[in-house]
């Protein structure tokens, strides 16, 4: 029963376009959602990060959105960098809930130069 | 500077052997946590500790051992019982109040034959 999923393995994006990376969800108990960035061999590391009371964040290039009514967020990249290549996992969690933090299977995303 | 350590990077057993993975971080968080990331899967969680000297089962908890002695410290032990034990190993820390915001160390990628 997978809670979180990505159906985009991977994408491919040219420098300076738009990346967009999307996430659904199923479990209607959560409230907090995440995106991690991860190089191969290294851990993840957190990148951006939204509550269920708003529907959009942003922090510089990278903006998240949510629709609760869809159960679907996304994660937009602009301009995208070569940089940027990386696999993003979303992850979701319930604030008031257990501790755990449920993953998609993640999204290769390879930004051309 | 803080952080989660976690060593050796590359680590070689024979089947049949235990095999402990250590996990070490100075951001003073409370709560410590073991996830096993395989090729094209998401991460699956394997332990997680709250408090020292207690931890709670995660989704794949068959065939591993953890410990927490020490607030610092939470290291995973692979053993025999383990049927598949050739994967990337991710530990990760948060704070009890943001426990959705896990801190990832660099990973240690066993290789069982």
Known sequence: DQQVKQNSPSLSVQEGRISI?????????????????????EGPTFLISISSIKDKNEDGRFTVFLNKSAKHLSLHIVPSQPGD?????CAASSQGGSEKLVFGKGTKLTVNP | ????????????????????????????HDAMYWYRQDPGQGLRLIYYSQIVNDFQKGDIAEGYSVSREKKESFPLTVTSAQKN?????????????????????????????
Not at chain 2, 7 to 15: A, D, H, I, T, V
Not at chain 2, 18 to 24: D, G, I, K, W, Y
Not at chain 2, 86 to 113: D, I, K, M, N
Request: proline content about 5%; hydrophobic content about 30%; glycine content about 6%.
């Open chain 2, 85 to 113: 034990p050739t994967a990337f190993y991710l530990c990760a820390s948060s704070t009890w109040a943001a426990h959705y915001e896990q801190y990832f160390g660099p990973g240690t990628r066993l290789t069982v034959t």
């Open chain 1, 85 to 89: 290549s990386a696999v993003y996992f």
């Open chain 2, 1 to 28: 500077d803080g952080g989660i350590t976690q060593s050796p990077k590359y680590l070689f057993r024979k089947e049949g052997q235990n095999v402990t993975l250590s996990c070490e971080q100075n951001l003073n």
């Open chain 1, 21 to 41: 990376l999307n996430c659904d969800y199923t479990n209607s108990m959560f409230d907090y959602f995440l995106w991690y960035k991860k190089y191969p061999a």
